[in-house]
């Protein structure tokens, strides 16, 4: 059975590449069908689809499909995609459990990871310098970016079955202060206060750097064992996206019809612009300032982005980044400090995802942000954003934290589940791409960067 679908893999391709033309035509009134046969031509795409995608064991592929799977259902028999927003619920409730021990765990390697705090010392320094002011740079254009296109304006939420909270009042600088700083750690994990959570790893890794390595060495292999943990933790929740982007678009037609996909396609585009104006208006000069080679560069950074954005996963790339930043001419201390550091540090398109996808919550919700409260989240990205490693989807992670912590609804991240696959390979690509440059431009600045002359071949990227 498997062989003969692999056979014809292709073919069930195609029909439902036909059936999605047909479909189209037939939306938007320029080929005319009768309701029961427009629905069968879908079904027989969607059909199609499945047939396809038993072949297929990607889970990219697989969100795709349940993406479509989803909005048909929900167009089709509302009455059931209403009841199937508890999967969606699910897997946000799953997201938000592994909050606490995913930033415990990456800050302590991030920050502590170290065997000398001053073996580290200047490249330590300029290296974080150099990424606090590109990911900001990233976060004000997703913040501008989505307050130009207002993807989530007009959303209307009045029969989505949750209650949506109302926004606090406001609160003093000095309240604003002091909600920083947690008093329990363990209440601000149940509260979901992401913030006070980072707040306590970084004072907690600070102190860790302060004790002798004996003593320090346990913590340090218990928060390395956790990471993992909590990252395979991860891959196990992912194995039940599909389900819930088929839950969430199916709930979410069902609730407000069609329209919402105008939304989140206006979202997926407003993000894909965001991040080329942030490639070229930003990516682009720093290399032209510090006198990189772009074709060279290019070349030996081609492969790790490819590899980042067909399996949306940092961590994925980072071997191929290394051994290319390498290459390329950057000193192998520099590579295996900035690369790996910034797989935390420096997730260029996921903060400037995250300030995008923050706001866009905010505006599907009828709530209106001020200045200061989006300069106040900004705030708060700044910090969040560097305790999520390159794993597949774990900005969810931090987009769930943030809307608990601004007192923001759910179920717009649950509308966003279904377009969360496209987005997330761009922002993966744009993360490793960032970081590439970032090894370089470092491995420039400490004067540890070394262009092989065109007659040496042993720099030569491997295909």
């Not at 074709?295 to 954005?309: E, M």
């Not at 520099?334 to 997730?347: C, E, K, Y």
């Not at 260029?348 to 942000?369: N, P």
Request: proline share 3%; net charge positive; charged share 15%.
């Amino acid at each position: 059975m498997t062989a003969v679908l692999k056979k014809y893999n292709h073919y069930f391709l195609l029909i439902a590449a036909f059936t999605a033309l047909i479909s189209c035509l037939s939306f938007f009134k320029i080929i005319l069908f009768q309701d029961q046969i427009s629905g069968s031509i879908r079904w027989i795409g969607i059909i199609a689809l499945l047939l396809f995608g038993i072949q297929k064991k990607s889970l990219t592929t697989w969100i795709f499909i349940s993406m479509l799977v989803g909005a048909e259902v929900g167009y089709d028999f509302p009455f059931i995609g209403m009841e199937l927003s508890i999967l969606s619920k699910i897997f946000i409730k799953l997201i938000k459990c592994i909050i606490a021990p995913l930033l415990f765990g990456t800050l302590i390697i991030g920050i502590a990871g170290h065997s000398n705090a001053k073996q580290v010392g200047r490249l330590g320094l300029k290296s974080l310098i150099y990424f606090e002011v590109v990911t900001t740079i990233a976060l004000v254009i997703g913040l501008i970016a989505i307050n130009i296109s207002k993807a989530g304006s007009g959303i209307n939420p009045l029969n989505v079955h949750e209650k949506l909270p109302e926004v606090a009042k406001a609160q003093t600088w000095k309240d604003i202060v002091l909600h920083i700083f947690p008093e329990n750690f363990v209440k601000s994990i149940a509260e979901g206060q992401v913030l006070q959570i980072v707040i306590f790893c970084v004072l907690f890794s600070i102190a860790l750097m302060m004790i002798s390595q004996e003593k320090r060495k346990p913590m340090l292999i218990f928060a390395e064992s956790l990471s993992a943990v909590m990252f395979k933790f991860t891959d196990l929740i992912m194995y039940f996206a599909p389900f819930a982007v088929a839950g969430a678009i199916a709930s979410t037609i069902s609730n407000m019809g069609i329209d919402i996909m105008k939304n989140l396609l206006l979202l997926l585009v407003t993000l894909y612009i965001a991040l080329l104006v942030f490639i070229f208006a930003v990516l682009l000069p720093i290399a032209i300032l510090f006198k990189i080679p772009i074709k060279r560069f290019l070349s030996h950074a081609a492969q790790p982005v490819t590899i980042a954005f067909g399996t949306a996963s940092s961590e994925a790339a980072l071997p191929v980044a290394m051994e290319n930043m390498e290459r390329f001419g950057v000193s192998r201390e520099v590579v295996a400090f900035v690369l790996p550091t910034g797989l935390s540090f420096n997730l260029d398109g996921t903060t400037l995802y995250l300030a995008l996808a923050t706001i866009f919550v905010a505006q599907a919700a009828g709530i209106d942000l001020s200045i200061g409260q989006q300069i106040v989240m900004l705030l708060t990205l700044m910090l969040t954003s560097k305790g999520v490693a390159g794993v597949a989807r774990a900005s969810l992670v931090i987009l769930a934290g943030m809307a608990s912590s601004f007192g923001l609804p759910d179920w717009p991240i649950a509308a966003i589940l279904g377009i969360d696959a496209l987005m997330d390979m761009a922002r993966t690509a744009v993360n490793t791409l960032g970081n590439c440059l970032a090894t370089a431009v470092i491995g420039k600045w400490e004067n540890e960067l070394k262009i092989p002359k065109e007659g040496d071949q042993w720099m030569e990227v491997k295909h």
